[in-house]
């Protein structure tokens, strides 16, 4: 064959083969021999191949330009989740860092190879770069899957919290298909009913639970709509107060008397009570103390709790709600805790009568807990002519005791006592003989000193008469205002009620003689200077107002008919309610009018009371004069 082509031109007739032989024997008219074609099949798969690595040369060159610089340029194709503005998580693209070149640099452009089917192959030789060595691509990949993800679950949960608010919104989420309950055999069960746990766990759970279905009760049916307070129109007696509960317990409290009363300072609709025995039933618990829940009304007792003794006083701690102090007829002081399961006294004092023993040996009716939250004591006074102070971490003895001894070295059997507001060292002590003493806990004048008289008239040198003819059975300071936290009311047998100042002791104030029985209990109003109450053994509950009234109570009241004897009361710390026992094991709570409770003009109130004090004082100093100068003239 006597030819020859340019290399450029045999490549780019190569694809078209058949063009370029037609060519051929158009131009020689005869098909080229054997052996020629063999030789210029040889130049034909040289140039190829020349071609070939050319152009691996040439890409490999522009794979290594081309190639990721920095990790940012590698993950370029890589996206991201991002959180918009709305909340909704985007997958974003990053977006690598571009190099600032200098435009006036002149770069030759890289020269552009077309392939066809023939030299499309794989290339060979080229050295991948570091970033796409060892995996390195795959980690990548396999990272950004993890992602993706993580995104997915992501998203999954965000929706799931949406869907759930939807439906709680929308009425609460479908309930959970209930699950087979197993069933327990005779024995299981009898197996857990007699458990201790269980029985604790169950008894307080329904007490819960019968408080709850109780609580919707808001209407009171007591209150009177037609009456106008401003109208001037007088009430009958006894409209101020109206009944509102009646605790009694069948299995409790039936033939027992109730001796002792106490609210609870933090929950205030809790009531304990103190019984003493039942003759009737030797096997019960010589002694007991129920608390009542005001939000109960299934008439059953919140706690019980039992002693070996009759329990003659009961007192709430102020400073502890959960505990119960209680002073019984043969002289121990006990302990409750309402947080325990068991209904006999966690604590107790002893009450051996071996020689130097400290504690009481005889009926302990005086009991008090005074001082402040991170002091405090209890304090117990006993018919064994004894006061002792206790801590109320252990009752095992008293911590220091005091001889309650007249100046004539006669022991006092103390029946009542009480503290002034925001005083726990000074106290009135009241006598089983009707004396009335001023006592003190400790100090230069530590034991009893100058007795209350209730005559009248300059002093002889005898000793002066006691002030009560018969047993002192209360005592109570003035509870509603500081400024006179000098006065007290003491109550007796000898069916009288004195109203006292600290500050003078020849005489009482004023005596109110009105009753018709022996008067068992008093106490002042926690609210209402001018208000107290008294309880008798013919069943009266009077009510006085000394600004309105020192000749007749505002409020007498017999309750059944007197047919059983008021034996103790108690004022609620709002001043509210007044609980009253009787000798039947009853408690009455009774309802007290706003008007009653607390008066709406404080100031005016005060200032009564300061004039009413001032015409006692007058009237005393008139009869003392009185008495002197008829005793001079003899």
Not at 161 to 187: F, H, N, T
Not at 599 to 626: I, T
Request: with cysteine.
């Amino acid at each position: 064959l006597s030819f020859s082509l340019p290399l450029r031109q045999l490549a780019s007739g190569v694809g078209r083969g058949g063009e370029w032989l037609a060519g051929c024997r158009g131009r020689s008219g005869k098909m080229p021999t054997h052996q020629s074609e063999l030789e210029e099949k040889k130049r034909q798969l040289q140039a190829i191949k020349e071609r070939r690595e050319r152009r691996s040369r040439e890409r490999a060159a522009k794979a290594s330009s081309d190639a990721p610089t920095t990790a940012l340029e590698a993950l370029k194709d890589f996206k991201l989740p991002k959180l918009d503005r709305t909340g909704k998580l985007t997958m974003t693209k990053i977006e690598p860092f571009e190099e600032k070149r200098n435009p006036y640099v002149a770069i030759e452009p890289s020269e552009k190879v077309g392939y066809d089917r023939e030299v499309q192959t794989e290339i060979a030789g080229i050295e991948a770069p570091e970033i796409l060595k060892d995996g390195a691509l795959d980690e990548m990949r396999e990272k950004e899957e993890k992602l993706i993800k993580t995104t997915e679950e992501l998203q999954a949960e965000i929706a799931a919290r949406d869907k759930a608010i939807a439906e709680i919104k929308a009425g609460g989420k479908k309930k959970d298909k209930k699950k087979k309950i197993p069933v327990l055999s005779d024995e299981e069960r009898s197996s857990i009913l007699n458990e201790a746990e269980f029985g604790a766990f169950f008894s307080k759970t329904s007490k819960t639970m019968e408080l709850v279905l109780q609580a919707n009760e808001t209407f009171d049916p007591t209150v009177d709509y037609t009456y106008d307070p401003n109208s001037g129109e007088k009430r009958d007696k006894g409209a101020d107060i109206e009944m509102s509960v009646e605790y009694h317990s069948e299995k409790f409290s039936t033939g027992r008397t109730v001796t002792a009363l106490d609210y609870n300072s933090k929950h205030k609709e809790l009531l304990c009570a103190a019984y003493n025995s039942n003759p009737d039933d030797p096997l019960s618990p010589d002694g007991i103390v129920l608390v009542w829940n005001k939000k109960d009304k299934s008439g059953t007792p919140f706690f019980s709790f039992e002693c070996q003794s009759a329990v003659l006083s009961c007192r709430f701690s102020p400073f502890m709600p959960n505990v119960i102090v209680g002073g019984t007829y043969s002289g121990e002081v006990v302990l409750w805790d309402n947080r325990t399961s068991k209904r006999t006294p966690v604590q107790r004092s002893s009450i051996s009568t071996e020689q130097g023993q400290a504690s009481h040996t005889h009926p302990v009716y005086c009991l008090d807990i005074v001082g402040t939250q991170n002091a405090h004591f209890l304090v117990t006074a006993s018919t064994d002519a004894k006061m002792c102070n206790w801590d109320l971490d252990t009752l095992t003895a008293p911590q220091d005791t005091l001889e309650l001894q007249s100046t004539t070295n006669k022991p006092l059997a103390a029946t009542a006592f009480s503290f002034p507001n925001n005083d726990s060292n000074n106290f009135v002590c009241g006598t089983e003989d009707g004396s009335i003493y001023q006592c003190s806990r400790h100090g230069s004048k530590a034991g009893v000193g100058t007795p209350f008289s209730r005559g009248i008239g300059v002093r002889a040198q005898a000793a002066p008469p006691p002030g009560h003819h018969g047993p002192v059975t209360g005592v109570d300071f003035f509870r509603a205002s500081q400024e006179f936290s000098h006065l007290f009311l003491t109550s007796s047998t000898d069916w009288t009620v004195k109203l006292w100042t600290y500050k003078k002791l020849d005489a009482p104030l004023y005596t109110f003689d009105t009753s018709e029985d022996y008067v068992y209990d008093v106490a002042w109003s926690p609210k209402n200077p001018a208000v107290f109450a008294l309880v008798n053994g013919a069943g009266c509950l009077d009510i006085w107002n000394i600004n309105s009234d020192i000749e007749e109570p505002i409020v007498h009241m017999v309750i059944d008919e007197g047919k059983e004897g008021l034996n103790c009361l108690k004022w609620s710390h709002d001043g509210k309610e007044l609980a009253i026992g009787t000798a039947s094991g009853r408690v009455l709570v009774y309802r007290v009018s706003d008007a009653l409770a607390k008066p709406e003009n404080m100031a005016k109130e005060v200032e009564a009371l300061k004039g009413r004090l001032n015409e006692m004082e007058e009237a005393l100093s008139e009869a003392q004069d009185a008495v002197g100068s008829s005793a001079g003239s003899l």
